[in-house]
């Protein structure tokens, strides 16, 4: 597998990353394995992307943004003395929160990576990234540019991940 890093505006981590992934489902780019960005990771199938994957990419998408305005709505409800309403709230975020889980994990799975920077993983090992895919990333909106167009070789990804997770263990543990 072949990994590139994209530096993106810093906070535009996430909108970056459904951008690549919009345009991977729009366009069936089959090169593209994973898009890490901040705490999130999608993941395509090895396979072709088909409409079903697509519609269930995109349904996902809809019912999380649905459940975070829900959250919105609810914590701006404190004040309010209605109860009745709270508890139907609490009620449709519990079966919003119900379905998201339903989809598959190896869709929509959970990374840390980091801020100012997406990583992609692609299927296949490429020395350096396919021009079709740079330019078509280098056309969506708050992404700076590559930092370089070689390959990331896997042992520093494994010395990342392992440092970053021994980070993160020293900072929740002392």
């Not at 990771?41 to 994957?53: A, G, L």
């Not at 109860?83 to 609490?90: A, C, I």
């Not at 930092?147 to 929740?172: A, C, T, V």
């Given at each position: 597998?072949?990994?590139?890093?994209?530096?993106?505006?810093?906070?535009?981590?996430?909108?970056?990353?459904?951008?690549?992934?919009l345009?991977?489902?729009?366009?069936?780019?089959n090169l593209?394995?994973?898009?890490?960005?901040?705490?999130?990771?999608?993941?395509f199938?090895?396979?072709?992307?088909?409409?079903?994957?697509?519609?269930?990419?995109?349904?996902?998408q809809?019912?999380?943004?649905?459940?975070n305005?829900?959250?919105?709505?609810?914590?701006?409800?404190?004040?309010n003395?209605n109860?009745?309403?709270?508890?139907e709230?609490?009620?449709?975020m519990?079966?919003?929160?119900?379905?998201?889980?339903?989809?598959?994990?190896?869709?929509?799975?959970?990374?840390?990576?980091v801020?100012g920077?997406?990583?992609?993983?692609?299927?296949?090992?490429?020395?350096?990234?396919?021009?079709?895919?740079?330019?078509?990333?280098?056309?969506?909106?708050?992404?700076?540019?590559?930092?370089s167009?070689?390959?990331?070789?896997?042992?520093?990804?494994?010395?990342?991940?392992?440092?970053?997770?021994?980070?993160?263990?020293?900072?929740?543990?002392?």
């Amino acid at each position: 597998m072949s990994f590139f890093a994209i530096q993106v505006q810093t906070n535009y981590e996430l909108f970056v990353q459904k951008s690549i992934a919009l345009l991977v489902l729009e366009k069936k780019i089959n090169l593209i394995k994973n898009i890490y960005a901040l705490d999130t990771q999608v993941s395509f199938k090895e396979n072709h992307i088909t409409n079903e994957d697509i519609k269930s990419y995109l349904e996902h998408q809809r019912i999380r943004s649905y459940l975070n305005n829900m959250r919105y709505a609810y914590s701006e409800m404190k004040m309010n003395k209605n109860e009745e309403l709270k508890k139907e709230y609490k009620l449709q975020m519990k079966n919003l929160i119900k379905k998201i889980k339903s989809y598959p994990e190896n869709q929509f799975s959970q990374k840390v990576v980091v801020k100012g920077y997406i990583l992609i993983e692609l299927n296949r090992n490429f020395e350096k990234i396919p021009s079709s895919l740079y330019y078509d990333i280098k056309s969506i909106p708050k992404v700076i540019g590559f930092p370089s167009h070689y390959n990331i070789p896997q042992n520093e990804i494994d010395d990342f991940y392992e440092k970053f997770n021994s980070y993160l263990i020293n900072l929740l543990f002392n």
